[in-house]
């Protein structure tokens, strides 16, 4: 009968000083965003002087945020912030497509692109990826996805692009799979999960139709919290008034943020603002990473030159530790976590990712020593 | 070009002392809580140890919770935790009713209940208030929405009672509703957003299907987080499993509080528990405000004996002085600032709602005199 509570007070987060998971990387909060956070902690607290829209609240200047600085930094026509990545990408679809319609979306996409289109009850073609060693999408696999899904008379409404992708970090011509997805009459959405706060975008020179982010993922906000952005034709659908209820957004239930997630990311926003500019510094770093582990015979995979922190690496020499050591394949992240490392999902040897978004290179070089020391002490 | 963004940082919660907002008062974070959000406010924190279902993760303790204390406290099958507790009415209305259906719902619901249909596609028929000055409504007016709905050839998949309902804080009587429903064969949602975490509600005693609260509004949580709780029988569809990506719930794209919320959530759990047997306590301090109200010619609305914190007053007097004082109707909101009192709507003078919950005599004895002090000034 409710006992023994105190188990869910008092918790520590248990986790290493350098941090490798490419979906924490971009998510640790600024000391401003820190302040957010405990300023703001309280329940709806951000609605004391809200009247009746949350997107419209002036104290904090919520407003000038959502309707002024974020379409600006998105380079949209309209914005709004969501519960994540992955409902701003259910809201479109949802607003956007019919059930039964289909969708094209890359094979590389993250689990919620699926998740959303079948939660809204449509169908999806995929565009696959060129498979081992590189899993590059071609633009021109958009096309060849949406002749197929007409060849099953498959009414496709909407194309998906994820930009970069999570497991490989690969960037698409995103403007040429617009280009493409246009010659049909197609919108396309991006989901800029893992580039919307780290790297420079601007949904009008790529000339996508609807943009999503992630705030937790990539915008140093306290999750869940994300950004959708739409081109004026499309944002009216998607942020479409109720017939019943005066000024309340119908896809969003009226808002959705309504909290301090959405203080930490205004908080945060100036740094982001600002660390976007740093980008090809990230990349460089990313690249003589990269380089580093393969002269320790772990290989990146996906493409090359490789223009993103988030990367996947193939590693026989760990997967044939994993046959002899104690522990089996469970070796690599405890011995890591002894260096003071984690972030490489627990039991993964022969394929892992990893990120190093803001890692400087005296904590990489920490653990480039770490793989070589295991890999030596097994030898 | 995003000019002057030091103005989304540093921001300060701009409020008096005495809070009366009824969405606030709930809301207030534990000591506790306090902690969890500094420990655990990067990004996706919670997901170091997630092997695929959030509400699986045993480090921090999240499956004990989600799957143990939850559904215990709510005295139901099974729960997730949710963006809030329209988030959870949408997905229990998404899963479980078909685009054209029609729901049954009380005339004092929350806007969210209609715009969680709306975005279902689904049609409301209202069981109508008895109006001014209780506003009830009765068990009986839910076989007659039904009916009504009936001969309009409506197909009515669920119904909706808000308990207690958002403006007046009226309790109706859930367990009649639920009988009468059910001999329609319909399922009962309760929406409890201003009940779970502050007073002892059980859904199997009062035997409905589908109950969803607010950890914001009620259960001393930051922002935006719910319960969504459901009999087995309902369960099954509104947390089924995608046919596409195994272990991940279509319904709330996989997983919905990756962030610091939920660890509040937690950490408050146990003072939640031991708070709801006070409520009797609340319920008679609320009363008596509510006679003292009384004595200065401000009336309470809604039923009698008044049963829950959230209570709607009248104040004919108030209205009189606001159309002769300086500032007119915001004279109200600024003469109870002055005395550090805030929490009614600016503007609003005439009728107006507000809760004493967690507030000492003393602060209520503070807000009476500011009241009586107020209306002085003007006689």
């Not at 289909?102 to 999806?124: M, P, Q, S």
């Not at 060849?151 to 995103?174: Q, S």
């Not at 995979?301 to 104690?326: C, T, V, W």
Request: aromatic share 10%.
């Amino acid at each position: 009968m409710l006992e023994n509570l105190d188990k869910f007070a008092n918790l520590r987060r248990d986790v290493a000083k350098i941090n490798l998971d490419p979906l924490q990387r971009g998510g640790f909060l600024t000391p401003a965003a820190r302040a957010a956070l405990v300023e703001w902690g309280d329940g709806y607290s951000i609605c004391d002087f809200c009247s009746g829209s949350m997107d419209r609240i002036k104290n904090p200047p919520i407003e000038d945020f959502v309707h002024g600085a974020l379409p600006e930094f998105l380079g949209i026509d309209e914005a709004r912030v969501t519960h994540g990545a992955r409902e701003g990408m259910f809201s479109a679809m949802h607003a956007l497509c019919q059930g039964g319609d289909w969708i094209v979306c890359d094979g590389n996409a993250h689990y919620t692109t699926v998740l959303a289109a079948e939660r809204a009850g449509l169908r999806i073609e995929f565009v696959p990826s060129s498979g081992d060693p590189n899993y590059q999408i071609s633009a021109e696999g958009y096309a060849e996805a949406i002749e197929r899904a007409y060849e099953r008379k498959g009414n496709v409404t909407m194309a998906v692009l994820t930009y970069p992708d999570g497991n490989y970090g690969n960037i698409v011509e995103a403007k040429r799979v617009a280009d493409i997805c246009h010659d049909y009459g197609i919108p396309l959405m991006l989901n800029g999960a893992y580039a919307i706060g780290r790297m420079p975008i601007d949904a009008h020179n790529i000339d996508v139709d609807i943009i999503v982010g992630s705030g937790h993922k990539s915008m140093a906000s306290c999750g869940p919290i994300g950004v959708l952005g739409a081109l004026e034709e499309y944002a009216r659908a998607i942020f479409r008034i109720s017939s019943i209820k005066k000024n309340k957004e119908v896809e969003l239930l009226g808002c959705t943020v309504r909290g301090a997630g959405l203080l930490t990311m205004m908080a945060s926003f100036p740094s982001i603002v600002e660390r976007v500019k740093d980008w090809s510094e990230e990349v460089a770093k990313a690249r003589w990473f990269a380089e580093r582990m393969s002269e320790i015979g772990i290989e990146l995979q996906g493409e090359r030159p490789h223009r993103h922190d988030l990367m996947f690496f193939k590693a026989d020499n760990l997967y044939n530790i994993s046959k002899i050591a104690k522990k089996g394949r469970y070796f690599l992240y405890r011995d890591l976590k002894d260096r003071g490392i984690c972030g490489i999902k627990p039991g993964l040897t022969r394929q892992f990712k990893l990120s190093t978004y803001l890692l400087t290179r005296e904590d990489l070089e920490k653990v480039l020593k770490a793989f070589e020391e295991i890999i030596g002490f097994y030898a």
